[in-house]
């Protein structure tokens, strides 16, 4: 799948304007957060402006933040779709640290969970790849599920969006698999 065709999936999950008062990334346009427009423009932007963002332009962040910065292109396709709504969703450090986490969990490692996505943790995603198939995209499933929980336990104001967040997991298990 190209990066265009993965952006269109991210923007149909993202919509578009939303100020939820429980929503820690505050207004977000297309998914794009103040402080992700903000670094982006590098001046400091209002919530008017975010929800002036035109698709063009967060067409854009996305695939220079979320996709080519954090690496996320060097991936084996069969997961870029998986980390690229992740590094959306969570950010790019954190969409690396499920990849890492996976490979050391089925013994690709170790590798260090920071995030960063360098030459060993590239060697270690194709061979776990290689080695699961599938099931390293359920395994990557499961790892985001966890860390949705974990931010529901420690803050109980985002239950309302876990349905969601889920969901949004979910929809990228091989066959329909529920994990």
């Known amino acids: 799948m190209d990066v265009e065709t993965m952006i269109d999936q991210i923007l149909v999950k993202e919509g578009g304007y939303v100020n939820h008062p429980a929503d820690r990334g505050g207004p977000t346009n297309f998914g794009i957060t103040q402080k992700t427009l903000s670094r982006y423009l590098e001046v400091a932007v209002t919530a008017d402006m975010v929800k002036a963002l035109?698709?063009?332009?967060?067409?854009?962040?996305?695939?220079?933040?979320?996709?080519?910065?954090?690496?996320?292109?060097?991936?084996?396709?069969?997961?870029?779709?998986?980390?690229?709504?992740?590094?959306?969703?969570?950010?790019?450090?954190?969409?690396?640290?499920?990849?890492?986490?996976?490979c050391n969990d089925a013994g690709y490692g170790p590798l260090v969970v920071d995030g960063l996505m360098g030459p060993k943790s590239k060697a270690q995603a194709y061979a776990c790849l290689q080695e699961l198939g599938d099931w390293m995209l359920v395994a990557l499933v499961e790892e985001r599920q966890m860390f949705y929980a974990d931010i529901v336990t420690n803050d109980a104001s985002q239950n309302v969006f876990l349905k969601g967040w889920l969901a949004r997991a979910r929809s990228f298990l091989p066959d329909h698999r529920v994990a």
């Open 54 to 102: 035109d698709v063009e332009t967060a067409r854009d962040i996305y695939e220079l933040n979320y996709y080519r910065v954090p690496r996320i292109d060097k991936l084996p396709p069969p997961i870029q779709p998986f980390l690229f709504d992740s590094a959306v969703n969570h950010g790019p450090r954190r969409a690396i640290k499920f990849l890492q986490e996976v």
